[in-house]
């Protein structure tokens, strides 16, 4: 079955780079997702990359996939404050791509 | 444009009270799904929809849970006799195809079962 695994907390001081890892057990053909959800507010979809990509990057977000070791990672480039989040990393299964898991979310605190 | 709502934002009842939660999707959208996140987790499925019909409910903890979307657009999440371990923020997303790929999601209703 699906499992998504992320670590919990992430700390980074303004103009870092913050790199927020992910695990996936489904080995089927898969969409990953990110999402970044702000405190009290719902989420909000980054980005997503499908099981045959390697990498995809969007302005300061760059998603790098392993497929080997169902490893998925956000680097997220010059972390500003308003990046200050809950980031949560999901997978649909190939079966309509439509259920979703998600993991734990990873709350990403950026230091001034 | 107008983003996905639920109502009520907030409800509390009290054990053995049946709830009904309303979410309306953006206008025109073809999916709709149901999430339960409890404090400190991630969003859990529970079941969606495509227009009207509910293809997926094995995300339903149990028999007290039901969703329906009759004209394929507003859906409501139903818990009868509800209890403690339901309380939970209940999410709804909406998806202009039918995919999951750009789920849009509304603010969510926060229930409290006393």
């Known amino acids: 079955g699906e499992d998504v695994e992320q670590s919990l907390f992430l700390s980074v001081r303004e103009g870092d780079s913050s790199v927020i890892n992910c695990t996936y057990t489904?080995?089927?053909?898969?969409?990953l997702y990110w999402y970044k959800q702000e405190p009290g507010a719902g989420l909000q979809l980054l980005t997503y990359?499908?099981?045959?990509?390697d990498m995809k990057q969007d302005q300061r977000l760059t998603v790098l996939l392993n497929k080997k070791d169902k490893h998925l990672s956000l680097r997220i480039a010059d972390t500003q404050t308003g990046d200050s989040a809950i980031y949560f990393c999901?997978?649909?299964?190939?079966?309509?791509?439509?259920?979703?898991?998600f993991g734990i979310g990873t709350k990403l605190q950026v230091i001034p | 444009g107008a983003g996905v709502s639920q109502s009520p934002r907030y409800k509390v009842t009290k054990r053995g009270q049946d709830v009904a939660l309303r979410c309306d999707p953006i206008s025109g959208h073809v999916s709709l799904y149901w999430y339960r996140q409890a404090l400190g987790q991630g969003p859990e499925f529970l079941t969606y929809?495509?227009?009207?019909?509910?293809?997926?409910k094995s995300g339903l903890p149990n028999d007290r849970f039901s969703a329906e979307r009759p004209e394929g657009s507003i859906s409501t999440l139903t818990i009868q006799r509800t209890e403690q371990r339901d309380s939970a923020m209940y999410r709804c997303a909406s998806s202009p195809k039918a995919s999951a790929h750009e789920q849009y999601f509304g603010p969510g209703t926060r229930l409290t079962v006393t």
């Open positions: 489904d080995s089927s053909s898969t969409y």
């Open positions: 929809f495509n227009y009207e019909a509910q293809q997926d």
């Open positions: 999901a997978e649909t299964v190939a079966a309509g791509y439509q259920k979703v898991t």
């Open positions: 990359i499908f099981s045959n990509m």
